[in-house]
């Protein structure tokens, strides 16, 4: 599958890059083409170091959207709307939000849109027959990129597109030990989203490190 | 300790009563005392059988407020305000909330009261000096009864009482391999509420049973 990815440059744009290139042809995408193309020529390079050829190029945002049969929007949920307002061609595409809207006060806490939550927001935001599915939102950035860190944990993936929803799941599925859970319509992506915030929390409030989840 | 169980002869006051009375005085109260006299006698002869002597009895829930260290809320979310409005002495107690809200309509999710949760619900409805703590919110009911069966599982512990919420996290970790994970502030336990519903749904879309999480 090609596999674009806006803000590619990002923890999770370049850990999926790392993680999924070998078998997918990923099109890491920026605003700024000489940071996708650095960004590539990373994972590229990270790859080749373990005797893997990757398939990864840089590219600009909008080219990422166009040559991706699947869309990864890796960006800050305070830069989705201005993203998604400055690209075109979404239409029938499934596009995936690993987005967690998150606040800090004295605490992390989730601080979603009216929407409901990020992918809630994705789907107004973009056109009715792009299939958006939530998924990638508990893993901590850290373990993105190190690659010599299996990835044992659970993700819940939500979406009203019930091919879609597979068809991430499968891709879930060959990310590390990932393992894919359906968990519902997009509705029910405001619940995982938000575990994000209670991991930062669980993290700090118990000195542990890159907090996941897994439901047993 | 003195543990007062409200409602407690629901799945998780006994589940408690089977998994602690061999080592605190457990009081398990219901509105009709005949109820919570043979849900006393049942966890009595369950250790028994397996030759465990328990601290076990039943009361009406007004004594197992009165005669409780620590009080648990084991009642459904929408007898709770009526539960509580029948309900005096909760002056300075520990009182730990495990209720979760939860509708169903296609799928299961959650409903919480304006509060933001039942916990912070809890807190409104008790006098100020109540030390509301929530817990024990994930574990699949039908678990907690059998006994043969460890609870495996990571217990996220919510509250603004630092002292409070660390007996709580003690009293989480005695219970069979339970591991308590201190989540932060009473207002955290929506999220913690909200990942109930979520294992239902997890449950019922991806064929488990009896679904748990554990922050790893």
Redesign the interface.
Known sequence: MKIGIVGGTGHIGQGLAHRLSHNHEIILGSRDIEKASYASECTIKALKERGIESMCSGAVNQEAVDKGDIVVLSVNYKNLESTLDSLTGFENKIVISPINPISKG??F??DPPADGSAALAVKRLLPENAKVVSAFNNIAANKWKQLDDEL??SV?VCGDDHEAKKIVMGLVNEVSLLKA?????L??S???E??T???F??A???D?KD??????
Chains 1, 2 share one sequence.
């Open positions: 004295d605490h806490y989730y044992d944990y819940a859970v359906d968990a519902g319509p509705a029910m405001s619940v995982v938000s575990i915030p209670l991991i929390n669980i700090k409030y118990n542990m907090v996941g989840i897994k439901f047993i």
